[in-house]
């Protein structure tokens, strides 16, 4: 399927390739990050990390959500990254009550972390919500 009726040509990404969140980006620019939960998740449900991009005016604020579901080695090892970078900068507990989604400031390093993990779900629509902080 297409996304170019919904971001146009401009903001798709490339078709021919794998959809990561690096290939998203490279369209689109940056996202910002939120997740279920980093660590201490427990094993009730698979958690998410997911990225939250909202359009230009030129396509009415549209926005995208990538979601990958920490199942795998690649979504599970990006977040382990993730995790290491925030809980270094603020402590465990930082990490634990998940306040990294109430801010963007670790969102390079999620972006980094993520640039090659595939997206598992993709959002298109308007007042899309992430995780609360």
């Not at 146009?8 to 990404?13: D, L």
């Not at 910002?32 to 939250?52: E, I, K, M, R």
């Not at 989604?101 to 992430?130: I, K, S, W």
Request: aromatic share 14%; glycine share 6%.
């Amino acid at each position: 399927m297409s996304l170019q009726p919904f971001l146009g040509e401009s903001f798709s990404p490339d078709e021919s390739r794998a959809l990561t969140f690096g290939n998203f980006t490279e369209h689109t620019g940056d996202f910002q990050f939120y997740a279920d939960c980093l660590t201490g998740c427990g094993n009730a449900f698979d958690p998410s990390v997911y990225a939250l991009w909202e359009g230009p005016r030129a396509l009415n604020f549209i926005q995208l959500q990538l979601e990958a579901k920490l199942i795998d080695d690649a979504a599970i090892d990006a977040s382990n990254q993730w995790e290491e970078a925030i809980s270094s900068a603020r402590g465990e507990e930082y990490v634990m009550l998940n306040r990294f989604n109430c801010e963007n400031h670790f969102d390079p390093q999620a972006a980094a972390a993520f640039q090659n993990t595939n997206v598992t779900r993709l959002t298109v629509g308007f007042y899309l919500q992430p995780p609360g902080c």
